[in-house]
């Protein structure tokens, strides 16, 4: 039998929570996964899920700039960490990481500072998790059609599921404290590997069911295009010096785009139907003229 959407391990879900928690404290982040040099972080082992149905899909999220609000916050705590660290001046160093986002941030300063020594580079990197806990996410929120959006997928029975590059734990506390863990089965983080790896860790675990990808960046579009079954959906974003449209991101592969996902259970309907098939014309045998 197949699970309930936000159900995992077959419990009866009982009522969501009316309000965010109010007041939880977000920790001080003590250092920083390892993506540049082994592809995963350090954190928790990975559970082994047996493989299972749902009944009508399953919706994976990126949490940085397609739930939370948080793309401009993040953007200018990366600005000025890398004019310090390298010196680059803080508009240009923003556009970088806002045209490389979707990569971990050490993946992101290996391309950007390829010539930096590797220890500037880390160092760079946990000033930079420590400030977007207490000067990012710290005043972040979901974008303002997220709740309903969620809450309405989840009726229509779609699985839910979150890939992020942000520290696991991290995004478990966010989303308890905006009120919204509640609708998913699973948050896959920076502990259990790459943004494709969690598409394939998913793939495995719903083998027959039709999937997506909701992202904000051409990597996030990429990655679902990486794993056979996976489909890419686009938020499109427009922050300080910066805009992703509709357009661009369907040139790296997104099936469905929009600058707001209140569209969005309208549309997962539509783009899991297989196409239907065109119906064979029926052609008559030529016939051939008597000579």
Same mark, same amino acid.
Do not use: C, N
């Given at each position: 039998?197949?699970?309930?959407?936000?159900?995992?391990? %077959?419990?009866?879900?009982?009522?969501?929570?009316?309000?965010?928690?109010?007041?939880?404290?977000?920790?001080?982040?003590?250092?920083?996964?390892?993506?540049?040099?082994?592809?995963?972080?350090?954190?928790?082992? !990975?559970?082994?899920?047996?493989?299972?149905?749902?009944?009508?899909?399953?919706?994976?999220?990126?949490?940085?700039?397609?739930?939370?609000?948080?793309?401009?916050?993040?953007?200018?705590?990366?600005?000025?960490?890398?004019?310090?660290?390298?010196?680059?001046?803080? #508009?240009?160093?923003?556009?970088?990481?806002?045209?490389?986002?979707?990569?971990?941030?050490?993946?992101?300063?290996?391309?950007?500072?390829?010539?930096?020594?590797?220890?500037?580079?880390?160092?760079?990197?946990?000033?930079?998790?420590?400030?977007?806990?207490?000067?990012?996410?710290?005043?972040?929120?979901?974008?303002?059609?997220?709740?309903?959006?969620?809450?309405?997928?989840?009726?229509?029975? $779609?699985?839910?599921?979150?890939?992020? %590059?942000?520290?696991?734990?991290?995004?478990?506390?966010?989303?308890?404290?905006?009120?919204?863990?509640? $609708?998913?089965?699973?948050?896959? %983080?920076?502990? #259990?590997?790459?943004?494709?790896?969690?598409?394939?860790?998913? !793939?495995?675990?719903?083998?027959?069911?039709?999937?997506?990808?909701?992202?904000?960046?051409?990597?996030?579009?990429?990655?679902?295009?990486?794993?056979?079954?996976?489909?890419?959906? %686009?938020?499109?974003?427009?922050?300080?010096? $910066?805009?992703?449209?509709?357009?661009?991101?369907?040139?790296?592969?997104? !099936?469905?785009?929009?600058?707001?996902?209140?569209?969005?259970?309208?549309?997962?309907?539509?783009?899991?139907?297989?196409?239907?098939?065109?119906?064979?014309?029926?052609?008559?045998?030529?016939?051939?003229?008597?000579?």
């Amino acid at each position: 039998m197949p699970e309930p959407s936000g159900s995992p391990g %077959g419990r009866t879900p009982s009522e969501p929570p009316d309000a965010p928690l109010e007041g939880l404290e977000l920790p001080m982040v003590a250092s920083a996964s390892q993506f540049a040099e082994v592809g995963r972080g350090v954190g928790r082992p !990975r559970v082994e899920v047996a493989p299972s149905r749902v009944e009508r899909g399953v919706v994976v999220f990126d949490l940085d700039g397609t739930l939370l609000d948080d793309l401009g916050l993040i953007g200018d705590v990366a600005a000025d960490v890398m004019h310090q660290a390298f010196g680059t001046p803080p #508009e240009e160093a923003r556009i970088h990481y806002l045209a490389t986002t979707g990569m971990p941030f050490e993946a992101q300063l290996a391309q950007l500072y390829p010539e930096a020594p590797a220890a500037l580079r880390a160092a760079t990197a946990r000033t930079f998790h420590q400030r977007k806990v207490t000067e990012a996410y710290a005043k972040s929120k979901p974008f303002k059609e997220v709740p309903k959006m969620l809450k309405q997928l989840d009726r229509d029975r $779609w699985t839910l599921a979150i890939s992020t %590059g942000a520290e696991t734990e991290m995004a478990e506390l966010l989303l308890e404290r905006e009120g919204l863990r509640y $609708w998913f089965v699973e948050v896959l %983080g920076s502990a #259990e590997g790459t943004k494709r790896e969690h598409l394939a860790e998913y !793939r495995r675990r719903y083998p027959e069911s039709a999937m997506f990808l909701v992202g904000d960046s051409r990597f996030d579009m990429e990655a679902a295009a990486s794993v056979s079954g996976v489909l890419p959906i %686009g938020r499109a974003s427009t922050v300080r010096g $910066w805009a992703l449209t509709p357009d661009d991101l369907a040139k790296w592969g997104a !099936r469905w785009a929009d600058y707001s996902l209140s569209g969005l259970p309208e549309a997962l309907p539509r783009l899991a139907s297989p196409a239907p098939a065109r119906e064979a014309k029926k052609t008559r045998p030529r016939k051939t003229r008597k000579k």
